[in-house]
């Protein structure tokens, strides 16, 4: 039988790679009337700041051509409410609930990680320092050195494990995740959003409100996180959780033959909420087709040389 399990380090081991992407699942109560969460490998929770956060002004949503624009704005209903009201509830659910931490100076992201270490039911943190949506989101994340002293002052108040969540928007994101690794981070997650922006032709303005930008997510983005995941791989040696544009197991695979350990699903939820579920099942079947245990084994390795294209389609290369 082929094996899922991933170790994300500190002890989280995951059943499955396959988790849902903060943001698009709430804090699971959410969607647990409308996906199995005992099934999956972990939820990624809503970004969670220091104070409670009504998030931006609508429209904060967008459909563009292969994808979405969201402007959400971090709503959330604050720390503390998740550490006393939600977290008792999270062991309800068979999968690793991963909550995602959010703030503007790393004061904040250190203060809710104290507080949210205080309640059972958290498997580990993701560190967003990567949200374009918010003022001063994204100065965190832009700067390895910055990334570096935000990851290692989590990194003293904690030792649950640590996922780090980079940004696309950078000119090198090798150099962000080998900074945070050598900071302490247990793993990295790539990639967030890209900033977008949509116009609306008649009112000649973008169609979201605020400063107009929005991340851009779903199919479109795909190829281009596929890209900074196998630059984060080159750079690091923990594990990768690689998102982006996922909507079927063939995406997934992708991702995992690039570098990635594990997934996560954000956009393809909202039309079909089975897909995570779809695709840990698909894995399973996938690694039964192939004839391999384990999905480490599907890696690229881009010093090794590989199989031709030709021999591994089984059929003669042109003379
Ligand atoms: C509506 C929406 C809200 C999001 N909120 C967050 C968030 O709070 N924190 C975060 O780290 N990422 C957030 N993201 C980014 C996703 O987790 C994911 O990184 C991104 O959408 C790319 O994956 P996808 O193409 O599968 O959606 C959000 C994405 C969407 C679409």
């Not at 999270?90 to 104290?114: K, L, P």
């Not at 922006?197 to 605020?210: E, F, I, S, T, Y």
């Amino acid at each position: 039988m082929p094996e899922l399990q991933v170790d994300l380090g500190r002890g989280l081991r995951l059943s499955n790679p396959v988790g849902l992407a903060s943001g698009t699942a709430g804090f699971g109560f959410e969607l647990a009337d409308l996906v199995d969460l005992d099934r999956i490998g972990a939820l990624y929770t809503k970004g969670t700041t220091r104070m409670p956060r009504a998030g931006n002004p609508p429209p904060r949503v967008a459909e563009t051509a292969g994808g979405m624009l969201n402007s959400i704005g971090l709503q959330n209903p604050g720390v503390e409410h998740v550490a006393t009201v939600y977290a008792p509830l999270f062991s309800q659910w068979r999968c690793a609930v991963i909550v995602n931490v959010a703030g503007a100076t790393v004061d904040e992201y250190v203060q809710c990680v104290r507080i949210l270490d205080g309640a059972d039911g958290i498997a580990g943190y993701e560190l967003n320092i990567s949200c374009p949506n918010i003022a001063h989101g994204l100065d965190l994340g832009r700067d390895p050195g910055e990334a570096a002293r935000l990851t290692a002052a989590v990194r003293a108040v904690t030792e649950r494990c640590i996922v780090v969540k980079l940004s696309p928007n950078v000119s090198d994101i090798g150099a962000v995740a080998a900074a945070v690794e050598s900071a302490g981070a247990d793993a990295i997650s790539a990639v967030n959003t890209f900033v977008g922006l949509k116009m609306h032709r008649q009112a000649r303005r973008p169609v979201l409100a605020g400063s107009g930008t929005g991340g851009l997510s779903g199919p479109a983005i795909k190829p281009l996180a596929v890209a900074a995941v196998a630059a984060v791989r080159a750079a690091v040696r923990i594990p990768v959780i690689g998102v982006g544009g996922i909507i079927d197991t063939g995406d997934a695979v992708d991702f995992i033959i690039a570098g990635a350990d594990a997934v996560q699903i954000g956009t393809a939820t909202f039309p079909d909420p089975s897909t995570a579920v779809r695709i840990v099942d698909g894995l399973t079947e996938h690694l039964a087709m192939v004839g391999i245990s384990h999905l480490s084994e599907l890696r690229w390795h881009p010093q090794e040389p590989t199989i031709g294209l030709f021999a591994a389609a089984g059929v003669a290369p042109p003379p």
